[in-house]
């Protein structure tokens, strides 16, 4: 059982660039969440999904794209990087009424 | 004001202490959830609670409906405790808010 895989776990971007963030869960949860985490600030959310098939903005979602074709997969799409993209992103996921189960992160820097 | 507020936000403790940090929020909240989060590395879920008291190997949590509080005990703290714990509460919706965290180190 691998739980909430993210991948890559690194990368450098040019800005202008684009790149899709893996994420893939195992667990057959409904609920998929992408969140970035600053320096010293708390984790805010992107975009979230409630099953496959439907996804919905959070709190920051410009300059992201999500999809949700299945119930493990939710991709998040950056288009044009920006420098304010630099970020670490983890993905979550969780059953309905459940707890959460995270993602390792991918540290994102955009030059 | 942040809706989710911890404190301390940077404790330093000896091994062996009891450490309680503490996380007060002013929404309404259908869960609480506290997290761990290790230096460079990834985020565990440590406890969701909606009502009382909940314990696990050293680490306690309680909350306090009506007051809106939660506490996370660690007793007999040790070094590899050392992490960011945060708090995080469920609205109804099924996002979570979050706390900005608690810098522990635990000193040997």
């Known amino acids: 059982n691998a739980g909430v895989t993210q991948t890559p776990k690194f990368r450098i971007l040019k800005i202008g660039q684009s790149m899709t963030l893996q994420c893939t869960q195992d667990?057959?949860?409904?609920?998929m969440y992408w969140y970035r985490q600053d320096p010293g600030m708390g984790l805010k959310l992107i975009y979230y999904s409630v099953g496959a098939g439907i996804t919905d903005k959070g709190e920051v979602p410009n300059g992201y794209n999500v999809s949700r074709s299945t119930t493990e997969d939710f991709p998040l799409r950056l288009e044009l990087a920006a420098p304010s993209q630099t970020s670490v992103y983890f993905c979550?996921?969780?059953?309905?009424?459940?707890?959460?189960?995270f993602g390792s992160g991918t540290r994102l820097t955009v030059v | 004001k942040n809706e989710v507020e911890q404190s301390p936000q940077n404790l330093t403790a000896q091994e062996g202490e009891f450490i309680t940090i503490n996380c007060s929020y002013s929404?309404?909240?259908?869960?609480l959830h506290w997290l761990q989060q290790h230096p460079g590395g990834g985020i565990v879920s440590l406890f969701m609670l909606s009502s009382g008291k909940k314990k696990h190997g050293r680490l306690i949590a309680t909350i306090n409906i009506q007051e809106k509080h939660s506490s996370l005990h660690i007793t007999a703290s040790h070094p590899r405790d050392s992490a960011v714990y945060i708090c995080a509460v469920s609205q109804y919706g099924n996002k979570l808010v979050f706390g900005a965290g608690t810098i522990l180190r635990v000193k040997s």
């Open positions: 667990m057959n949860h409904n609920y």
């Open positions: 979550a996921s969780k059953p309905r009424g459940g707890g959460y189960t």
């Open positions: 929404v309404g909240i259908s869960a």
